[in-house]
């Protein structure tokens, strides 16, 4: 990537103060999160009726002190996903590795040992924007990852910056089918965020996550059955502030393929993600409206 890139000139003071924040040690940038921490919760409130009412509908047997008690937990981690993300624009590959501890890789090693692409499935909890660069400085093998371009050009450049400068490669949502057809054969894992809300028109699969209906983008599973790929779930725990542990769950191991208007692995997606989930509540990202659209009533 090119030293700077190619945005209006406008944004070249934005670029190089965040560049420079990014410098500091992180145990400076936790006081900063401290301080966006009161501010977020305490004085704006951000979003607090959108993440109050996702963790209500989604965990119903649990009481308001305790609902209240997670959504205060999910702040306090907010920030330090801020701060974490802003600290890819300066990170080496060596603190990348003493942060990110990859519990079962040998998992992922062997599929990638049978010669062609492995897909991961992952979503919104933990520090998601650190699994596909420390993938990079981590495998022997390249690690790629499916995303979905920014409307702002600034961020847009910056964020492309953030996630691609450790190595990894990044692949345009729009471009996916065709990177699959000219890489079929080449052995390398590629990243997918898995949980986001599909438009209501492209809605294809159903089911019922944490009490809810919910719908779920179907591209990795058809992907998979596509070009015989396997799948793997990628479950990131933190274990403390700036250290995390990421496992791997084999969802399939592309061998066969379902009936069609069938989703399987998506709908095992959707189990161990709630699994993970209740395990660490605080953990998932409950800013997002998630839960926006509503499932078609079936006909009488």
């Known amino acids: 990537?090119?030293?700077?890139?190619?945005?209006?000139?406008?944004?070249?003071?934005?670029?190089?103060?965040?560049?420079?924040?990014?410098?500091?040690?992180?145990?400076?940038?936790?006081?900063?999160?401290?301080?966006?921490?009161?501010?977020?919760?305490?004085?704006?409130?951000?979003?607090?009726?959108?993440?109050?009412?996702?963790?209500?509908?989604?965990?119903?047997?649990?009481?308001?002190?305790?609902?209240?008690?997670?959504?205060?937990?999910?702040?306090?981690?907010?920030?330090?996903?801020?701060?974490?993300?802003?600290?890819?624009?300066?990170?080496?590959?060596?603190?990348?590795?003493?942060?990110?501890?990859?519990?079962?890789?040998?998992?992922?090693?062997?599929?990638?040992?049978?010669?062609?692409?492995?897909?991961?499935?992952?979503?919104?909890?933990?520090?998601?924007?650190?699994?596909?660069?420390?993938?990079?400085?981590?495998?022997?093998?390249?690690?790629?990852?499916?995303?979905?371009?920014?409307?702002?050009?600034?961020?847009?450049?910056?964020?492309?910056?953030?996630?691609s400068r450790l190595g990894a490669r990044l692949i345009k949502m729009k471009d996916t089918m065709r990177d699959f057809v000219r890489n079929r054969k080449v052995p390398r894992v590629v990243a997918m965020l898995s949980d986001q809300t599909p438009p209501y028109g492209e809605i294809q699969f159903w089911t019922t996550f944490l009490h809810q209906d919910t719908p779920f983008f179907v591209g990795a599973e058809k992907l998979a059955h596509a070009f015989g790929c396997p799948v793997l779930f990628l479950d990131v725990e933190r274990i403390k502030r700036g250290h995390y542990r990421l496992r791997f769950d084999v969802l399939s191991d592309g061998s066969t393929k379902p009936e069609e208007g069938v989703f399987p692995v998506t709908e095992a997606f959707a189990r161990q993600l709630e699994a993970s989930i209740r395990r660490n509540p605080a953990n998932y990202l409950w800013t997002h409206k998630r839960w926006k659209h509503k499932r078609p009533q079936a006909a009488s």
């Open 1 to 163: 990537m090119k030293k700077f890139p190619n945005i209006p000139t406008l944004y070249y003071p934005l670029w190089w103060l965040l560049k420079g924040l990014s410098l500091l040690p992180l145990p400076v940038l936790y006081l900063l999160s401290d301080f966006l921490f009161v501010l977020v919760y305490y004085i704006i409130g951000y979003r607090k009726k959108v993440v109050l009412q996702n963790l209500r509908n989604s965990f119903p047997e649990k009481s308001e002190h305790e609902i209240q008690g997670i959504a205060r937990a999910f702040y306090r981690q907010f920030p330090d996903l801020i701060v974490e993300i802003l600290k890819l624009a300066s990170m080496d590959a060596a603190e990348m590795r003493r942060r990110i501890v990859f519990s079962n890789q040998e998992v992922l090693d062997r599929f990638v040992a049978q010669g062609k692409p492995v897909i991961t499935m992952g979503s919104h909890s933990g520090n998601w924007e650190w699994v596909l660069p420390a993938g990079a400085v981590q495998y022997d093998f390249p690690a790629e990852g499916i995303y979905r371009p920014l409307k702002n050009e600034f961020f847009e450049a910056f964020m492309l910056y953030l996630r």
